[in-house]
Nanobody, 124 residues
Framework: QVQLVESGGGLVQAGGSLRLSCAASGRTFNTYVMGWFRQAPGKEREFVAAIRWSTGSAYYADSVKDRFTISRDNAKNTVYLQMDSLKPEDTAVYFC?????????????????WGQGTQVTVSS
């Protein structure tokens, strides 16, 4: 059974940076796609970024492209989301999710396993 545990959220001023981590366990993740999603109060959960575990190829939402970077550490079974130049509109609960096979996707219900989420708050 896949377990995903996020960490690294917090409060930061606009223009600052945070790095989120997602520790994955319970499977061999070679074939997996890992995604980051976020959900702000009163809004639907939305795609942020995804990475193909085997190749490291990445895919971003337009709203975070050039500001956020997704990466993975195979030895630690951990996926990261480096968030730079943060804006107040980035405030949300951020979730890590996994999808057992390619292709990469921005669709929420194509991801099978989810973490509990970590709060990111960006003050203006």
């Amino acid at each position: 059974q896949v377990q995903l545990v996020e960490s690294g959220g917090g409060l930061v001023q606009a223009g600052g940076s945070l790095r989120l981590s997602c520790a994955a366990s319970g499977r061999t993740f070679n074939t997996y796609v890992m995604g980051w999603f976020r959900q702000a109060p009163g809004k639907e959960r939305e795609f942020v970024a995804a990475i193909r575990w085997s190749t490291g190829s990445a895919y971003y939402a337009d709203s975070v492209k050039d500001r956020f970077t997704i990466s993975r550490d195979n030895a630690k079974n951990t996926v990261y989301l480096q968030m730079d130049s943060l804006k107040p509109e980035d405030t949300a609960v951020y979730f890590c999710a996994s999808k057992p096979w390619a292709p990469m996707s921005r669709i929420v219900n194509q991801y099978r396993d989810w973490g509990q989420g970590t709060q990111v708050t960006v003050s203006s």
